[in-house]
């Protein structure tokens, strides 16, 4: 563990400590909420990793680069981040699985396009977030993060 880890658990254990010391039953009732949603998370979360396991055992990373590597690096990379668009991988997922196929072949300017897209485009919380901000600002968000996520991708692509 790195010193900043630490002192970012030093920092949370003396503010939860002077929650307790403020009010213990709230503090009490806080921690066995963000208990039940870490639970419900949990769930996602594993069933994200198996969704992507399964994945890349019937679609070998060494298979999916070979199939982006004969496109052309347009295609490749608008193939990639429309494909990124559809899923929903939180990043912590994202980095070790765009990892993985950038050691397999794939280019970096596609494998960027698809990890940004991952992270910045939700299709998948499209409904949610247009229940909660509005048909408009979702459809300008979700459409200014695509083209960005293109255009950090050519970037990382001239950088790396």
């Known amino acids: 563990m790195d010193i900043f880890t630490i002192i970012l658990w ?3 254990l003396v503010f939860l ?4 010391k403020k009010d213990g039953a709230k503090t009490k009732k806080a921690l066995k909420m963000a ?7 949990a769930i996602s979360i594993f069933s994200i990793i198996l969704a992507i396991g399964l994945i890349l055992t019937f679609l070998p990373p060494t298979e999916i680069a ?6 052309s690096l347009f295609l490749a990379t608008v193939g990639s981040a429309l494909f990124g668009t559809i899923t929903l991988v939180p990043a912590f997922i994202a980095f070790p699985l765009i990892g993985t196929l950038v050691d397999a072949g794939v280019g970096i300017v596609p494998s960027v396009a698809f990890l940004t897209t991952l992270t910045m485009v939700g299709f998948v919380t499209f409904p949610l977030e247009k229940k909660e901000f509005g048909t408009k600002f979702t459809l300008v968000r979700n459409g200014f993060s695509f083209v960005f996520a293109i255009v950090i991708a050519l970037v990382m692509g001239v950088i790396i």
């Not at 400590?17 to 307790?20: A, D, N, V």
């Not at 208990?35 to 998370?41: A, E, P, V």
């Not at 070979?66 to 496109?71: E, G, M, N, P, T």
């Open 10 to 12: 030093l920092i949370t």
């Open 17 to 20: 400590f002077i929650s307790f």
């Open 35 to 41: 208990l039940n949603m870490g639970k419900g998370m």
């Open 66 to 71: 070979s199939f982006v590597s004969k496109q």
